[in-house]
């Protein structure tokens, strides 16, 4: 059974740092990798999909990394701002149709 | 991005009468859509799979009775909450999933209970 995990579970940083997210999951034969934001209270937006046969997409500010062999996916975040404070969440695809497993996320803090 | 909306956003129901969310795919055809369940603080838990014109698949532990599933078209899901109690409160998001690739999710539903 596929588990993700997410570490660290919070994180607070100074604005303008450079940040990574961590995600690590155990069975390495996935479909593809998406991360997600979300906000208090809001639904999730799509930050990245990183399909298995890719190692990186890049949006902005945001790189996302992908070792399908040591199970692991990083989310690097450049120049932090206060705007970037959400919760992070890391979910695996182990196929096309099915249900993403989610890892419960990083809640992120930048200080101005 | 695809689109996924979801209705209300909000919606607060006396304890035992029922209540229905609405997830709608809106620039793309969704044969599957998911129900997810989040508690405060927590992440997302996979409450049913919806598929368009046969029955859904529920998690274990979740009464298929108490939350009905209907998926009548390939643009449409939703979710009852039937005779509804406190405990039920929470926050209901659905997700579609654009040419078995990337998921999108519905805005979300705060549903309180009182």
């Known amino acids: 059974k596929q588990e993700v995990t997410q570490i660290p579970a919070a994180l607070s940083v100074p604005e303008g740092e450079n940040l990574v997210l961590n995600c690590s999951f155990t069975?390495?034969?996935?479909?593809?990798l998406q991360w997600f934001r979300q906000d208090p209270g809001k639904g999730l937006t799509s930050l990245l999909l990183?399909?298995?046969?890719?190692r990186e997409q890049t949006s902005g500010r945001l790189n996302a990394s992908l070792d399908k062999s040591s199970g692991r996916s990083t989310l690097y975040i450049a120049a932090s701002q206060p705007g970037d404070s959400a919760t992070y969440l890391c979910?695996?695809?182990?196929?096309?149709?099915?249900?993403?497993?989610f890892g419960k996320g990083t809640r992120l803090s930048v200080i101005a | 991005g695809a689109v996924v909306s979801q209705h209300p956003s909000r919606v607060i129901c006396k304890s035992g009468t029922s209540v229905k969310i609405e997830c709608r795919s809106l620039d793309f055809q969704a044969t599957t859509m998911f129900w997810y369940r989040q508690f405060p603080k927590k992440s997302l838990m996979l409450m049913a799979t919806s598929n368009e014109g046969s029955k859904a698949t529920y998690e274990q532990g979740v009464e298929k009775d108490k939350f009905l599933i209907n998926h009548a078209s390939l643009t449409l899901s939703t979710l009852t909450v039937t005779s509804a109690h406190p405990e039920d409160s929470s926050f209901y998001i659905c997700?579609?999933?654009?040419?078995?690739?990337?998921?999108?999710f519905g805005q979300g539903t705060r549903l309180t209970v009182v």
């Open positions: 990183i399909q298995s046969s890719q």
């Open positions: 069975d390495s034969a996935i479909y593809n």
């Open positions: 979910a695996v695809g182990v196929s096309g149709n099915t249900p993403l497993v």
């Open positions: 997700s579609a999933r654009q040419a078995n690739t990337e998921a999108f």
